[in-house]
């Protein structure tokens, strides 16, 4: 396997299978085009797997590396590797595009070829990003990723779509362009290296670390969202067509967080410690404050944002606790999240496209029309709202463990909001599904069709499977968490 | 002055033979044009376009590498020359191209002076990228200027136009009057107007610097001018909208590597003395450019207005690249900056002859078509297209894997190399106000419904050529390292 560049191959090859959809041209060819795009997801994934089976768990080190040189002007590398931090993520992006592209399947019959084309790129360039450890190299996928889904939400989304894409695209942008100043920096600090474990390894001093923290953070921070710049997450969400927000939800938020472990804790150990308190101050009110505007909100879609604010709130809670536990819980639930509230917005998607409503108050009753859909609904909903034995809890808990060890006040203000979470989540479920039927919207409804029920499947297989049996997501984690925390601890100030 | 100075010399046409060829061509042109019946002028056209090629052809094949001067030091020729005129010829033809079913369909426009005066108007450019003596410098720049008056004023019924070419005139002969003011007092300060006489007696300390920071400040307004940076920019805007949109693609490109070649020219080889002067001057310019030009942008509903701010925001952030070449008397950053520069203006180039040349396709049947509200839809007219022209906006706006975020990166790099934080923070700011508006013109292709639904019609060779102008912007986003060392290295064998 050594000799087969996998990394670049899941990179490049729903690039151009997306390239391949968009030469099919008008939608007289659409089925075509879905088919097309369906094999490339597929081959997209395929080639994925290997990452997992070949990895080596015993070693920190990056595995299935290719170094070229890309720009040697500015010693810019194409060098690609993964690690147990970043492998999980490629492997979720590319199972998440072969559902998105499953989810848009009847539902997109305008503009076939571009909608699959876009999330076919963008799945290229998202697993660029995780598997990129050149700086520029990262920031070019990183930065390139937001054409695809600012066209997705323009061109497919609901009645606000201009003003959301827009907030997306400009907000992301503020964010990485100070990332992009903090590239150049560390690239003259390093004396003319773009190599990010280069930049792990190069001594910097109290004040330039705390400089690069802050511009990591504004660039992290918008994207995971953290409070308060999480704003354009809700309006992104609502207007995007439901393939948008599964891969917003799924992949786009856990960018942020990836970043955070690839380059504030390894850059800048000794800020990240003095400014752990922001970022747990800023996770708790995440969790604790947007949990509670959640609980409010009307429309599922944007419920359903607002708890995933409050759910990557575990994450940036989890990494700036500096323990093993505390790190691996905020990955697991990444991943589980990942596929929670794919699964979420592809069920709200189901009684979108029947209903051609999101209100949760022109719902009531959906049980007695779509019984099938509502066990699904019912499962996603217990994990989002981190019932044991699903995804959802395994991540929470041992987030909240992790937090016990650090501060109990910490961990009596995360855990707490557990209730709230199950709140917002299962009183939207109950006003929804159960219940008489509300009306003849509802009495009109029929249930999930093979297709729908198979994404459903593919989804509650994740959630569960993660709940019941983490440990093949954990074990992959362990030597690269410990390392990390390892080299974290050290001081970088010479 | 001692005899040996007097000795006449026989120049070395040599270095010349490019200009020549192209002077020679040019009137032979303009006779021939009498003779031609055709109204569509083809054969002026077809002579035209190898006569270009013809002077690429000179220009190669002249190229040695070294610096060399000729002319009783008036001109010379170096690789920087060389690759930037190769640069022009091909612009040229390009812009030549696109313009070719805009003019036809202009009966005042279809003319062969159209051709001559690209022709004149291309020597022009040639000899400031060639010059070597303030007065090459001014020679060169006049010819350039005056052709494109005429340019601009040759659909005479067209009122805008009119209105365009006095504006471009009259500011444009205040700018040439400001360029030759500072010009008399570097001959003032230091007796010489030759660049690199100049040079030399500024190393010599034998000049005088009130004087010369004098003349300095007259200088930078006449080239701020020429560039079309704040606060010397108001005909950018109405030029651009005013003018026929064949000429405005011709304004908009090819100019900018003569003035580049110029600003190299005056201020880096005959000033750099005075750097830690003229860098101050520029700063201000810079900033000033990006945040009016970014800003002003936003609020136009004129595609070739917005994009005349556009091109007034791209050149204050290639003036960054200038900036930074000395820091505290300490050049060795000088290289890096200058070609960033340089990288700069041949990308902003590229991608704003494939921006006008989108305007032109969609002008069709004698009537305009530049404001933003006709690119409604494009993405249902023709896909291809609308995909071109938003690869060039995400270029422009500086969006990677398109070539202009790698000309932003350069630059940004250079900035941040000479200690520059602040500017480069600024520098991005501006950055994120002008994506506004490239996102806007993609809003409108995409988002929005047509307001006609017309499929475009253009000649096939215009639509290969744009298609390829796309294209590059996309491949040079993936594959920059060749042209950014082209870059260098010409600068490396030039300064």
Same mark, same amino acid.
């Given at each position: 396997m050594s000799g087969t560049p996998l990394l670049s191959l899941a990179i490049w090859i729903p690039i151009l299978a997306g390239l391949v959809v968009l030469a099919?041209?008008?939608?007289?060819?659409a089925p075509l085009a879905r088919m097309l795009s369906l094999l490339g997801a597929v081959a997209g994934l395929l080639v994925t797997i290997p990452l997992y089976t070949g =990895? +080596?768990?015993?070693?920190p080190a990056m595995q299935f590396v290719e170094l070229k040189t890309w720009i040697p002007r500015f010693n810019v590398n194409y060098h690609l590797g993964v690690d147990g931090i970043s492998m999980l993520f490629v492997i979720l992006n590319s199972f998440i595009t072969v559902t998105v592209i499953l989810a848009g399947w009847?539902?997109? +019959?305008?503009k076939v070829a571009q909608y699959n084309a876009g999330f076919l790129i963008m799945s290229g360039l998202l697993n660029g990003i995780f598997s990129a450890l050149d700086g520029l190299l990262f920031y070019v996928f990183f930065e390139a990723s937001l054409i695809p889904l600012y066209l997705i939400i323009g061109i497919?989304?609901?009645?606000?779509r201009v003003y959301a894409a827009f907030k997306f695209f400009l907000f992301t942008l503020m964010g990485s362009l100070l990332f992009l100043i903090a590239l150049l920096y560390m690239f003259i600090q390093s004396g003319g290296s773009f190599s990010i474990l280069d930049w792990h390894q190069m001594p910097l001093g109290r004040t330039p670390q705390t400089w690069l923290f802050l511009a990591f953070l504004i660039a992290f921070a918008v994207k995971v969202p953290?409070?308060?710049?999480?704003?354009?997450l809700p309006d992104a969400h609502v207007e995007a067509p439901t393939g948008g927000s599964i891969v917003l939800a799924a992949i786009a938020l856990k960018l942020g967080a990836y970043g955070f472990l690839r380059f504030s804790l390894p850059i800048a150990p000794d800020a990240s410690h003095q400014l752990s308190g922001l970022v747990i101050g800023l996770s708790l009110i995440a969790i604790i404050y947007i949990g509670f505007v959640a609980l409010a909100q009307e429309d599922m879609k944007k419920l359903v944002a607002y708890s995933s604010i409050a759910h990557m709130g575990f994450v940036t809670l989890g990494f700036f606790m500096f323990s093993a536990l505390g790190v691996e819980g905020a990955l697991v639930q990444m991943i589980s999240h990942g596929f929670v509230s794919g699964a979420m917005f592809f069920s709200i998607g189901v009684m979108y496209d029947r209903a051609h409503s999101r209100q949760i108050? +022109?719902? $009531?009753?959906?049980v007695n029309r779509m019984p099938k859909f509502a066990a699904f609904f019912m499962l996603f909903a217990m994990a989002n709202a981190g019932?044991?034995?699903?995804? $959802? =809890?395994v991540g929470e808990f041992m987030v909240i463990l992790a937090a016990v060890e650090y501060n109990f006040w910490v961990a009596f203000a995360a855990a707490s909001t557990m209730i709230v979470g199950a709140a917002y989540t299962l009183w939207m479920y109950k006003r929804v599904v =159960?219940?008489?039927?509300?009306?003849h919207h509802v009495a009109e409804l029929t249930d999930i069709n093979g297709r729908e029920f198979f994404i459903l499947a593919l989804f509650a297989v994740g959630a569960l499977g993660m709940g019941l049996y983490p440990q093949p997501f954990t074990e992959v984690m362990h030597s690269s968490v410990n390392e990390l925390l390892r080299h974290v601890a050290l001081s970088k100030i010479q | 002055m001692t005899l040996a100075d007097m000795q006449f010399q026989t120049p070395d046409l040599r270095l010349a033979s490019a200009e020549i060829f192209m002077l020679v061509m040019a009137c032979l042109i303009l006779i021939l044009d009498l003779f031609?019946?055709?109204?569509?002028r083809t054969l002026t056209f077809v002579a035209t376009q190898l006569t270009l090629v013809g002077a690429a052809v000179v220009t190669f094949a002249t190229t040695s590498g070294d610096i060399g001067y000729t002319f009783s030091n008036m001109y010379v020729g170096d690789l920087l020359s060389d690759l930037l005129k190769l640069l022009l010829y091909l612009t040229v033809i390009v812009v030549l191209f696109y313009s070719r079913g805009y003019i036809l369909e202009r009966e005042q426009m279809a003319r062969g002076e159209y051709y001559t005066l690209a022709l004149f108007a291309t020597l022009g450019m040639m000899v400031m990228i060639s010059a070597n003596h303030f007065l090459t410098v001014y020679l060169g720049l006049e010819l350039l200027s005056l052709s494109l008056y005429a340019m601009v004023a040759? /659909?005479?019924? &067209?009122v805008p136009a009119t209105e365009a070419a006095m504006k471009y005139f009259v500011l444009g002969a205040l700018a040439s009057g400001l360029l030759l003011y500072g010009m008399s007092m570097i001959y003032g300060a230091?007796?010489?107007? %030759?660049i690199t006489g100049v040079a030399e007696r500024l190393y010599a300390g034998q000049a005088d610097r009130t004087i010369l920071v004098f003349g300095l400040v007259f200088l930078v307004s006449g080239i701020a001018f020429k560039l079309g #940076?704040?606060?010397?920019?108001?005909w950018i805007p109405d030029v651009y909208h005013g003018a026929p949109t064949a000429v405005t693609l011709f304004i908009a490109t090819a100019p900018k590597l003569a003035a580049f070649a110029i600003v190299v020219r005056m201020l880096? /080889?005959?000033l750099i003395v005075l750097a830690q002067d003229w860098q101050s001057m520029l700063i201000l310019l810079a900033v000033l450019s990006m945040a009016i030009g970014n800003i002003a942008a936003?609020?136009?509903?004129n595609l070739k207005r917005m994009l005349a701010y556009s091109a007034i925001s791209h050149m204050g952030f290639m003036l960054l690249g200038l900036v930074t070449g000395v820091v505290g008397g300490d050049a060795r950053f000088a290289l890096n900056s200058y070609s960033s520069s340089m990288f700069y203006v041949i990308t902003y180039v590229l991608t704003s002859a494939g921006t006008f040349g989108m305007i032109l396709l969609l002008?069709?049947?004698?009537? %305009? &078509?530049? %404001?933003?509200?006709?690119?409604?839809g494009l993405n249902k007219r023709s896909p291809w297209f609308a995909a071109m022209m938003m690869m060039m906006m995400f270029s422009m706006a500086g #969006?990677?894997?398109?070539v202009g975020f790698f000309a932003k990166f350069s630059v940004l790099q250079a900035v941040v190399a000479a200690g520059y934080l602040w500017l480069a923070i600024v520098a991005v700011f501006f950055s994120l106000i002008g994506c506004f508006y490239y996102l806007r013109v993609v809003k409108l292709m995409y988002f929005d419904q047509p307001a006609c639904s017309t499929p475009l019609e253009a000649p096939l060779d215009m639509k290969i050529l744009l298609s390829a102008n796309g294209l590059a912007v996309a491949l040079l986003g993936i594959f920059p390292q060749a042209l950014m060392s082209l870059c260098a290295f010409a600068l490396l064998r030039s300064l």
């Open positions: 099919t041209g008008s939608d007289r060819n =990895f +080596d768990m015993l070693t009847q539902v997109i +019959d305008s497919w989304g609901g009645p606000r953290m409070w308060p710049v999480h704003t354009w108050a +022109d719902y $009531g009753g959906v019932l044991p034995a699903t995804s $959802g =809890f =159960f219940g008489a039927v509300a009306n | 031609v019946k055709d109204k569509k040759m /659909n005479r019924d &067209s230091t007796g010489t107007l %030759e #940076v704040v606060p010397f920019h108001m880096i /080889n005959g936003i609020a136009q509903t002008a069709r049947g004698g009537l %305009e &078509s530049d %404001e933003l509200d006709d690119l409604k #969006v990677p894997f398109f």
